[in-house]
């Protein structure tokens, strides 16, 4: 996974509260708990895209993958980074972060799959996501 510099290489982020029940008996928020804050994050940056529930296009989850470089605590406020990383013609890769501040928490990569609504049948990414993508983007996403 390569390794995210700072808040700057993200064009959208979403603030997050830890709440008490994500920390663990050390005080600190549980592990699995950053793929929850990905996933909130990547539904706040569909909406971002300008797509509303309903009619975002479907994805399956492939892969996730997350490093961890520091640790977050009850009522630390953090931001979550989310970009397309990649564009692939059926699948893409989401980058993830968590900040508190401007210290680097962990950090994400997700490879996402299209499928056919209300099915798991792959399907190629639609055009006009790819496009929404790249006119939202700061830094393109890779095309493969």
């Known amino acids: 996974m390569r390794a995210v510099s700072s808040l700057d290489s993200f064009t959208f982020l979403h ?22 804050y990905f996933d909130i994050g990547i539904w706040e940056y569909t909406k971002a895209l300008g797509y509303e ?53 962990a950090e994400g990569l997700n490879t996402y799959v299209a499928v056919r609504r209300g099915t798991t049948e792959t399907t ?7 496009e929404r993508v790249a006119a939202f983007e700061k830094t393109p996403p890779e095309r493969s």
């Open 53 to 105: 529930k309903g009619d975002a296009p479907e994805f399956v989850t492939a892969r996730l993958e997350c490093d961890f470089r520091g640790s977050a605590r009850f009522d630390d406020e953090l931001q979550i980074g989310v970009r397309t990383a990649r564009l692939g013609r059926k699948s893409c890769a989401v980058a993830f972060a968590a900040f508190r501040g401007g210290d680097l928490l």
């Open 124 to 130: 190629p990414l639609e055009a006009e996501y790819v």
């Open 15 to 36: 603030s997050l509260r830890v709440r008490w029940n994500e920390c663990d008996m050390q005080g600190i928020v549980f592990n699995v708990n950053y793929p929850l």
